[in-house]
């Protein structure tokens, strides 16, 4: 079995990191570009000296031919006067050669008489002016030939070789120097690329330790990013999480500390009253009150049971198969099943529904939005109390009121009242049988159907809550 040892595992990780790989891949990139400028610069230089050594010994060529086709007679001892008064004709080589090859003057001695079969020389005889150049580690070899024509006649051609240490030089220095920048650019491009690849690594690596702190539990945490880019961006949407998972957070406890809280009060109830029952010797009818008590508390750690639940699944639903569906029945079947209820608190529940409009919403949804206002509005209401239902058509909404004669709420509870477990007067709520989590189910309800709620509410003259939904138009309707 293979190890890999600590400081080799470093070193695995660092070439296996988002930051080394950007930065190979950068260096590779650039590179890959100077070296094709490189390459580009030194050709392009070579193809400027081309065109510059064409340019002059096709013109002294030129210069030959013109010179001796003018000559009356041409043959060496012509050829070779003519050439000796020219100065601008030095070159490496020269000849001169007539219509059928035959060398009839040579600077380098020893071929005049002999044919000069050479390609350029050739091509020149067919009334062409040819140009060839080789380049080679700093030398530079060109050679030229153009026919000499006597009245439209070609009689010979001029062939010129130059071999040129000092331009070759003056290339091969140039291509060096191109190289040398290259490298020294590249160098450069390395350490800047090293450089911005580490800041870069070094900001990831703020929010991954952000993360892993998170990971353990401490919300409170946030990454000081700095900069104005993409990661600044991130940097401060993940604060911005951070601040929103730390407030869940602190609703989930608070939601749990007051879910245990609630649920341990009839727990303990019943369990106090069961004790009393079992440690004591009581007649029937106590036995009878004992345990109605405990009916009683556990009647009421059944509802809380079920508003938990149907809180929680409120919370777990973002979206629902809405239904379109009119608000008057659904109005009316509440104030049926909670007549008995108002009757015997002696509530007057007054009903106003003429402005009646098709909606968007599931009609369960809708059914327990109306039943918790309006049971609300009973249990809190003052004895001979009245409880009035309004609704009405408002521009493109449809709006409900639900007002109440009951004590009010003081302006300070009033922003809290949506909350869970939140009460106004936990001592009256627990005798009604309240729970605190009545209007949290309103509020999670209406929102999910694209609605809106608010409460206002004067102490001592009673509380309206105005709930309103999106009209739903139908196209019969609108004709």
């Given at each position: 079995m293979v190890t890999i040892s600590g400081s080799r595992k470093k070193i695995f990780r660092r070439y296996t990191s988002s930051q080394f790989?950007?930065?190979?891949?950068?260096?590779?990139?650039?590179?890959?570009?100077?070296?094709?400028?490189?390459?580009?610069?030194?050709?392009?230089?070579?193809?400027?000296?081309?065109?510059?050594?064409?340019?002059?010994?096709?013109?002294?060529?030129?210069?030959?031919?013109?010179?001796?086709?003018?000559?009356?007679?041409?043959?060496?001892?012509?050829?070779?006067?003519?050439?000796?008064?020219?100065?601008?004709?030095?070159?490496?080589?020269?000849?001169?050669?007539?219509?059928?090859?035959?060398?009839?003057?040579?600077?380098?001695?020893?071929?005049?008489g002999r044919f000069a079969l050479l390609p350029e020389i050739l091509r020149a005889l067919e009334g062409n002016n040819v140009f060839t150049w080789h380049y080679h580690d700093g030398a530079m070899t060109s050679r030229a030939a153009t026919p000499i024509v006597y009245y439209g006649t070609i009689v010979g051609c001029v062939y010129m070789t130059e071999f040129d240490t000092a331009q070759g030089a003056l290339i091969k220095s140039l291509q060096n120097t191109v190289l040398r920048v290259t490298l020294v650019l590249e160098a450069i491009l390395i350490l800047f690329s090293l450089f911005f690849s580490n800041a870069f690594s070094r900001r990831m690596r703020k929010i991954m330790n952000s993360m892993r702190i998170i990971q353990e539990g401490d919300y409170t945490h946030k990454v000081e990013i700095g900069?104005?880019?993409?990661?600044?961006?991130?940097?401060?949407?993940?604060?911005?999480l951070m601040e929103r998972l730390q407030t869940s957070e602190q609703k989930r406890h608070r939601f749990v500390s007051d879910a245990s809280h609630e649920l341990k009060t009839p727990l303990a109830s019943i369990k106090l009253l069961t004790d009393s029952i079992l440690q004591n010797d009581m007649d029937m009818e106590t036995v009878r009150e004992f345990v109605g008590d405990i009916g009683n508390e556990a009647d009421r750690l059944n509802r809380m049971t079920i508003k938990l639940l149907s809180l929680t699944k409120v919370d777990g639903q973002?979206?629902?198969?809405?239904?379109?569906?009119?608000?008057?029945?659904?109005?009316?079947r509440v104030e049926r099943m909670l007549a008995p209820m108002a009757g015997q608190a002696g509530i007057r529940i007054e009903l106003e529904l003429g402005g009646d409009c098709p909606i968007l919403i599931l009609e369960d949804d809708l059914y327990q939005i109306v039943f918790n206002l309006m049971e609300n509005g009973i249990k809190y209401n003052v004895p001979g109390g009245s409880l009035k239902v309004c609704l009405q058509r408002q521009e493109d909404n449809a709006l409900l009121t639900v007002s109440d004669t009951g004590t009010g709420i003081p302006q300070d509870a009033l922003e809290h009242i949506f909350e869970r477990f939140y009460r106004v007067d936990k001592a009256r709520s627990r005798a009604s049988g309240g729970s605190g989590l009545g209007l949290a189910i309103v509020k999670a309800l209406v929102l999910r159907n694209r609605g809106e709620i608010h409460a206002e509410s004067t102490v001592?003259?009673?509380?309206?809550?105005?709930v309103s939904f999106p009209a739903f138009d139908t196209e019969v309707d609108k004709e």
């Open positions: 790989r950007y930065a190979a891949t950068y260096v590779l990139i650039t590179s890959v570009v100077l070296l094709i400028l490189n390459i580009y610069c030194s050709h392009i230089s070579q193809i400027l000296f081309y065109k510059s050594k064409q340019v002059s010994m096709i013109e002294k060529c030129q210069l030959a031919s013109d010179e001796i086709s003018s000559l009356e007679v041409i043959n060496t001892s012509t050829i070779s006067g003519l050439l000796s008064q020219i100065e601008s004709l030095k070159a490496t080589r020269l000849i001169i050669t007539d219509q059928a090859g035959a060398v009839l003057y040579d600077s380098t001695p020893g071929s005049v900069g104005n880019d993409e990661l600044t961006l991130l940097g401060n949407e993940f604060n911005d973002e979206t629902v198969d809405s239904e379109i569906i009119y608000m008057e029945p659904t109005i009316r001592g003259k009673g509380t309206t809550f105005l």
